[in-house]
């Protein structure tokens, strides 16, 4: 299928590792020439960069004088901008419970998992907005399935849910689709790898991180992880024509771990 991509240009926030490094991948596989931002830049993603038509720009989107930094060089390098990839967040389980979560802490999740995405969505409109694009967010389920283990991040990410939701009726009348991408559990470091969400929560609780891993996804009718490369391919058909009247839309990945009617 020809996802109708090639020639355009696009920018992806947290782009060095995960389901950042599998949507900058997947855009570049179908001609799409992207500005990665990141803090770092990882041998990964330099490997693309390498290739030629990745091109990262570090940044931290922490701060709102990072955000505007990374759209205004993502417009210097690409010279117009049809695809807004916003990927950027993270996460730390509570296992103190919400009496152990501090103001920064609090502070510190809406930063990265909600503002983040609005102050570089603000500054990239502009560009959008000539000549018609895409905005995709990687939310989470967590949005809609709230959870006391990441209280602060649950919060965050219905917050970008709204957020998205709103927007895609503003702009939707000017050609510009908003949509959301929720994945369950997904293969990447964050949690499975070292100081990650399944070694927290079993060093808090005594078990294994496998044994975590497996009682993640034990409710889900895939029995597994999401693949990074899996929410990629969903970026992908969401950033093309083929998804032509798809706006305000959230898209679910979690191997069927939300129950529905």
Do not use: C
Not at 24 to 51: D, I, N, Q, S, Y
Not at 73 to 90: K, P, S
Not at 116 to 124: D, L, Y
Not at 151 to 160: E, G, P, T, V
Request: hydrophobic share 45%.
């Amino acid at each position: 299928m020809d996802l109708r991509l090639s020639g355009r240009t696009a920018l992806v926030t947290g782009a060095s590792k995960g389901i950042g490094l599998a949507i900058v991948r997947a855009l570049a596989g179908e001609g799409v020439r992207v500005v990665a931002g990141a803090r770092t830049t990882t041998p990964e993603l330099a490997a693309l960069a390498a290739e030629g038509l990745v091109h990262p720009v570090n940044a931290d989107l922490g701060t709102a004088e990072g955000a505007a930094t990374l759209v205004e060089r993502a417009a210097a390098e690409l010279g117009r901008l049809d695809i807004l990839v916003n990927n950027v967040g993270g996460v730390r389980p509570r296992v103190g419970g919400f009496l152990s979560v501090t103001d920064q802490d609090w502070l510190d999740s809406l930063t990265i998992n909600l503002l983040a995405a609005v102050r570089v969505t603000r500054a990239a409109l502009p560009l959008l907005l000539e000549r018609g694009g895409n905005i995709v967010t990687i939310n989470s389920v967590n949005s809609s399935l709230p959870d006391p283990l990441v209280i602060d991040y649950s919060a965050s990410k219905a917050a970008l849910a709204n957020f998205s939701k709103s927007l895609s009726k503003e702009v939707g009348p000017r050609g510009i689709r908003v949509n959301t991408i929720s994945p369950g559990p997904v293969e990447t470091d964050l949690w499975l790898g070292a100081g990650g969400v399944a070694e927290t929560v079993g060093a808090a609780g005594g078990s294994s991180p496998e044994d975590v891993a497996k009682g993640a996804v034990g409710g889900t009718a895939t029995g597994r992880f999401t693949r990074p490369d899996e929410v990629a391919d969903l970026v992908l058909l969401l950033a093309g024509d083929r998804a032509g009247n798809v706006t305000g839309a959230d898209i679910v990945i979690d191997g069927g771990l939300i129950s529905t009617l």
